[in-house]
T-cell receptor, first 114, second 113 residues
Framework: GAGVSQSPSNKVTEKGKDVELRCDPISGHTALYWYRQSLGQGLEFLIYFQGNSAPDKSGLPSDRFSAERTGGSVSTLTIQRTQQEDSAVYLC????????????FGAGTRLSVL | RKEVEQDPGPFNVPEGATVAFNCTYS??????FFWYRQDCRKEPKLLMS???SGNEDGRFTAQLNRASQYISLLIRDSKLSDSATYLC??????????????FGAGTRLAVHP
């Protein structure tokens, strides 16, 4: 597929467990973004990657959230010790560069913390 | 004040109606503006960019008023398939060399027969 791919599409976990969410951007896109969307809310920026580095992590809500990107491609968002308020759809987007390029979104991972 | 504000709606309109959505943004230095469309339980997809002189794509017309920091989207001859949430998106001027986008919470449109 040529689009942004995210997995899993749905994740149900128990409070206190760790989860890993994966994003595979469009081939050749150097910029990658993670967002969170709670029910009925807008998109909340989490983190931006340019290549493997993250110049902007300002949106990560707490130190339980971390992300990495390897090989300038796949990115993993990790949430440790999940809380119920972490329940949301986590969306990944990529763009050709970090400049004025359109962001293309994956279908998201719907996380439910019980 | 939110960085991007939209009327949440919902806008309930009959097929064939013309409907307009408005959006205001707070950062006067913003340079890039977009409308994204998000269907229920789907990802956002770019509908159209918004240019200074205004632009049209078929039934959709986007306008930008920099002085008032205001963006609009006009949909003519609404179709059932236009039912979705429309997200107003504005950039934060490049810092750290990248184009940070701020998304409005969206305006929901429901087109009925």
């Amino acid at each position: 597929g040529a689009g942004v791919s995210q997995s899993p599409s749905n994740k149900v976990t128990e409070k206190g467990k760790d989860v890993e969410l994966r994003c595979d951007p469009i081939s050749g896109h150097t910029a990658l973004y993670w967002y969170r969307q709670s029910l009925g809310q807008g998109l909340e920026f989490l983190i931006y990657f340019q290549g493997n580095s993250a110049p902007d992590k300002s949106g990560l809500p707490s130190d339980r959230f971390s992300a990495e990107r390897t090989g300038g491609s796949v990115s993993t968002l990790t949430i440790q010790r999940t809380q119920q308020e972490d329940s949301a759809v986590y969306l990944c987007a990529s763009s050709l560069t970090g400049g004025k390029n359109i962001q293309y979104f994956g279908a998201g991972t719907r996380l439910s913390v019980l | 004040r939110k960085e991007v504000e939209q009327d949440p709606g919902p806008f309930n309109v009959p097929e064939g109606a013309t409907v307009a959505f408005n959006c205001t943004y707070s950062n006067s230095a913003s340079q890039s503006f977009f409308w994204y469309r998000q269907d229920c339980r789907k990802e956002p997809k770019l509908l159209m960019s918004v240019y200074s002189s205004g632009n049209e794509d078929g039934r959709f017309t986007a306008q930008l008023n920099r002085a008032s920091q205001y963006i609009s989207l006009l949909i003519r001859d609404s179709k059932l398939s236009d039912s979705a949430t429309y997200l107003c998106v504005v950039n934060i001027p490049p810092s750290g060399g990248y184009n940070k986008l701020i998304f409005g919470a969206g305006t929901r449109l429901a087109v009925h027969p």
